[in-house]
């Protein structure tokens, strides 16, 4: 059994700044080991049901977080930056279940720390209407796939939003939001044995757990801070123009559409910065 592992970093438990995220801030170096025990966490719980190999995909800024020596169950580690497929870099068929790990909401959301993608360029993305953060338009690689996404960790409002593309997802909650840069965090301890309990119960639910429920052909509305990133974003073919800075883009290749989607974020980085 094969679980494909997706980390972020701004879910962890007390990540609540960009500071302790960042690589070369000062608090970097503890916070991301907190990310790691709870990559470990999960990992464990699905070990504990079964799965036998990971493949973790490095998510988080320069996509470098971890400590591959220190992985759970003799993971692979999949990380550095231009990744064709970004967060989702390494999933196929071949993998039974994805995991969500330290995820956080959409930039329209009181989840700490929320933003979409990149917070200088993305004001609002809607999957065929419904608002979703990266949890819902990373859920498109995983369509493509066959491939179910069955675990999400991070605050209250992200396992919310989560679910609204991958019904019957399990979240380990492991932070309460209280606005974009406070929240109420579980004990790191507390929060990894949730992590582990919800990984292993995913697992063993595998039996009736379905790919995400996006209708085809799919459509990503977005919304930029400014229309020159709007402008920008439609010099990618199959990008149009729907507002003064809003675009639209419609695939029925779902993995396609994510691409498209992930062109516009890298096409629109430096303007935006």
């Given at each position: 059994m094969?679980?494909f592992?997706s980390?972020?970093?701004?879910g962890?438990a007390?990540v609540v700044?960009?500071?302790?995220c ?16 709870e ?5 464990e ?7 036998q190999?990971?493949l973790v995909n490095?998510?988080?800024?320069t ?9 759970a169950g ?8 231009h990744?064709?497929?970004y ?22 959301t ?5 933003h979409t ?9 809607r ?11 990373n859920?498109?690689?995983a ?6 996404v069955v ?6 409002v992200?396992?919310a939003?989560a679910a609204r ?8 909650v ?8 406070a929240?109420d965090s579980?004990h ?12 292993e119960a995913?697992?063993?639910g595998?039996?009736?757990a379905e ?7 799919a ?6 801070r ?22 639209a883009?419609?695939d029925?290749d779902p993995?396609r559409l994510?691409?498209?989607f ?12």
């Amino acid at each position: 059994m094969k679980i494909f592992l997706s980390s972020d970093m701004e879910g962890t438990a007390g990540v609540v700044d960009w500071a302790q995220c960042r690589p070369g801030q000062p608090e970097y170096e503890h916070y991301r080991m907190l990310l790691q025990a709870e990559v470990n966490a999960a990992i464990e719980g699905a070990q504990a049901a079964g799965a036998q190999e990971f493949l973790v995909n490095d998510s988080h800024s320069t996509m470098q977080n971890l400590r591959p020596e220190g992985l759970a169950g003799h993971a692979r580690y999949l990380s550095g930056r231009h990744k064709p497929l970004y967060m989702m870099q390494g999933l196929d068929s071949t993998f039974d279940a994805v995991f969500l790990v330290s995820y956080h909401g959409s930039m329209a959301t009181s989840a700490p720390l929320s933003h979409t993608y990149n917070p200088r360029a993305i004001a609002q993305v809607r999957l065929n209407g419904t608002e979703v953060g990266e949890s819902g338009v990373n859920a498109l690689v995983a369509l493509g796939y066959g491939v179910p996404v069955v675990l999400v960790t991070g605050d209250d409002v992200t396992a919310a939003e989560a679910a609204r593309v991958s019904p019957g997802v399990r979240a380990a909650v492991v932070k309460t939001a209280v606005t974009r840069f406070a929240a109420d965090s579980l004990h790191p301890e507390v929060a990894r044995e949730l992590i582990r309990s919800e990984a292993e119960a995913a697992v063993r639910g595998l039996g009736s757990a379905e790919p995400p429920a996006i209708s085809l052909p799919a459509t990503l509305d977005v919304t930029f801070r400014n229309p020159d990133l709007a402008e920008l974003a439609t010099w990618v073919t199959g990008v149009e123009r729907t507002g003064t800075s809003t675009v639209a883009m419609t695939d029925d290749d779902p993995v396609r559409l994510f691409r498209r989607f992930i062109t516009t974020v890298l096409l629109t980085r430096d303007l935006a910065e």
